[in-house]
């Protein structure tokens, strides 16, 4: 019955992933190659979805569009996007290490994730239709997507996500971002990985929690400094240079009285 012609709005999350830099990758191997590159990559990442309770929308090229909350309907469906998500990390360090020893080209991943209304249902035309969701949240999650590379990170979460997740999982603030066609800014938050974090995470964490407090309160030599303890703990944390850029930016020419210390998206 829940796939049957026709949307309906519901409550659920969104999964995209997408391989950095498949263009350059696709360019330096044969169409064979090529496609067993795809398949030993999508295979092992949509037997994850399915194993988290996903529902596979589409893959678009190199890119994996999933659904979690429906056809059949559950209410800790962001816990199984953000596992989801998680778990495709580990599986890619695995094919990371088995491209390298064969002298295939090096894959990484970006993954957003948003919670939100979507319709879903069977959508199309007369000859084709394809059981899928729709709407502002869908369009969130596949821009927050592409904004891991804005951050050096890998699994972006909106703060829709996180507040369904983060009693169960660690992620931390890392912008507030106005996108393309929006006024309202979103929190995102870098997914760190479900319960706590070793020590040595927590401690870095903690202080880029404390250099992003006082990088939106302008005071920014200050946060700059924390910044640059997060950066001692964990030399490529690529969130806390970012920042130490920008606080840098803001010491040399300070913002306007009406700052908000929200950062536009100037891409889809």
Known sequence: ?????????????????????????????????????????????????????????KYMGD??????????????HAKHACRCA??????????????KE????????????NSGDMNVGNMGSDTVRSYTVMGDAVNLGS??????KEYGTRI?????????????FTAREVDWVRVKGKNEPVRIFELVCEGKPKAETQ??????????????????TEAKAQFQKALEIN????PSELYVERCDDYITEPPPENWDGVYVMKTK
């Open 203 to 220: 401690e870095m964490l903690a202080a880029f929690q404390n250099g992003f407090d006082l990088y939106h309160e302008k005071k920014f």
């Open 102 to 113: 064969q002298g295939l080209p090096e894959i990484d991943i970006g993954i957003g994730i």
């Open 235 to 238: 030399p490529s944390d690529s």
């Open 156 to 168: 972006i979460i909106s703060q829709f996500t996180y507040e369904d997740v983060k009693d169960s």
């Open 63 to 76: 890119a994996v569009m999933a659904f979690f909350g429906a056809p059949i309907p559950f209410n800790d």
């Open 143 to 148: 821009r927050l997507e592409g904004i891991n």
């Open 86 to 99: 998680l778990q495709s990390l580990v599986k890619l360090k695995e094919l990371q290490q088995e491209f």
């Open 1 to 57: 019955d829940n796939i049957e012609l026709g949307g309906k709005k519901m409550r659920m999350s969104v999964f995209f992933s997408d391989v950095r830099g498949f263009t350059t990758i696709s360019e330096k191997l044969d169409p064979q190659k090529l496609s067993d590159v795809l398949n030993r990559y999508l295979s092992p990442m949509t037997q994850i979805v399915f194993s988290n309770k996903g529902t596979l929308d």
